[in-house]
T-cell receptor, first 114, second 113 residues
Framework: EAGVTQFPSHSVIEKGQTVTLRCDPISGHDNLYWYRRVMGKEIKFLLH????????ESGMPNNRFLAERTGGTYSTLKVQPAELEDSGVYFC????????????FGAGSRLTVL | AQSVTQLGSHVSVSEGALVLLRCNYS??????LFWYVQYPNQGLQLLLKYTTGATLVKGINGFEAEFKKSETSFHLTKPSAHMSDAAEYFC???????????FGKGNQVVVIP
């Protein structure tokens, strides 16, 4: 079984540019989560999809962040325009609807904003 | 708000020695508790979890943790460290099983030969 796949693994962009991160969850996992770790800080929740619907987006830092999950399969997280403080590692995780206590995480996408 | 405290960002342990990573949480309701490990260039991997039942939980790779409600703690231990245990370890908590995890800052474990 393939795990959670994230792309790109590392992205370096200039302040003001746009970046789109992609997450492919485990096939059949209806729950999809985005988390972020800013350097030196805790991993923090961003948002939660159930299939294509946003269940909880209370962790999204501001309106420069847009997450989508069209068709309820893969998800994208777009940052536009990127700011320096957006640098960090963005993790995606998924879980099935049942047994929802265990998340499977991807390796993360490291974003560096210069 | 949920919070998780892990003291000591970097922990050094000698090969063969006890590994002890401390985790305390703040909560007024029973939490679900987790330990995750991240090896270089890999995703977060679940080591073990506590939801209900037995308070001593055994996980993968010889790790275990004990939930102590009176101390609001969930410390992770392994009797004998191995070089392959070098990684970053995260304690996390959720409530009502909703998977909105609150993480500690993590412990980077270095194993000294």
């Amino acid at each position: 079984e393939a795990g959670v796949t994230q792309f790109p693994s590392h992205s370096v962009i200039e302040k003001g540019q746009t970046v789109t991160l992609r997450c492919d969850p485990i096939s059949g996992h209806d729950n999809l989560y985005w988390y972020r770790r800013v350097m030196g800080k805790e991993i923090k929740f961003l948002l939660h999809f159930v299939k294509e619907s946003k269940q909880d987006e209370s962790g999204m830092p501001n309106n420069r962040f847009l997450a989508e999950r069209t068709g309820g399969t893969y998800s994208t997280l777009k940052v536009q325009p990127a700011e320096l403080e957006d640098s960090g590692v963005y993790f995606c995780a998924s879980s099935p609807l049942s047994g929802a206590n265990v998340l499977t995480f991807g390796a993360g996408s490291r974003l560096t904003v210069l | 708000a949920q919070s998780v405290t892990q003291l000591g960002s970097h922990v050094s342990v000698s090969e063969g020695a006890l590994v002890l990573l401390r985790c305390n949480y703040s909560s007024s309701v029973p939490p679900y508790l987790f330990w995750y490990v991240q090896y270089p260039n890999q995703g977060l991997q679940l080591l073990l979890k506590y939801t209900t039942g037995a308070t001593l939980v055994k996980g993968i790779n010889g790790f275990e943790a004990e939930f102590k409600k009176s101390e609001t703690s969930f410390h992770l231990t392994k009797p004998s460290a191995h070089m392959s245990d070098a990684a970053e370890y995260f304690c996390a908590v959720s409530y009502y099983g909703n998977n909105r995890l609150a993480f500690g800052k993590g412990n980077q474990v270095v194993v000294i030969p």
